[in-house]
Nanobody, 124 residues
Framework: QVQLVESGGGSVQPGESLTLSCAVS????????IGWFRQAPGKEREGVSCKSPTDGITWYHDSVKGRFTISRDNAKNLVYLHMNNLQPDDAGVYTC?????????????????WGQGTQVTVSA
């Protein structure tokens, strides 16, 4: 059974940092790209970042470039999203999922797997 479980969300003030974790089980992380998504209340879900399994390809949403970093530890079946200088517009439910990751885009299908999400709140 494939599971993706996010953790690390919380409530922070603008300018602070958080690191989210995505624990993956039931599939070989060496073979799968993982993406992070977020959804704020009243807004559509949007892709934030993704990272390919072994060739180092990463993609970031323009709004997080220079502030967020995605990393992965395949040996531990973990994928991280390091978020610095968080702003109120970064708030939402962050979810990880298996994706197809390219340097300029990401793709997913009904056959991909999703976690349940972790809440990030950014307010003064």
């Amino acid at each position: 059974q494939v599971q993706l479980v996010e953790s690390g969300g919380g409530s922070v003030q603008p300018g602070e940092s958080l690191t989210l974790s995505c624990a993956v089980s039931g599939l070989n992380l060496d073979l799968r790209a993982i993406g992070w998504f977020r959804q704020a209340p009243g807004k559509e879900r949007e892709g934030v970042s993704c990272k390919s399994p072994t060739d180092g390809i990463t993609w970031y949403h323009d709004s997080v470039k220079g502030r967020f970093t995605i990393s992965r530890d395949n040996a531990k079946n973990l994928v991280y999203l390091h978020m610095n200088n968080l702003q109120p517009d970064d708030a939402g439910v962050y979810t990880c999922a298996t994706v197809l990751c390219r340097s300029n885009a990401y793709y997913y299908s009904p056959h991909d797997y999703w976690g349940q999400g972790t809440q990030v709140t950014v307010s003064a």
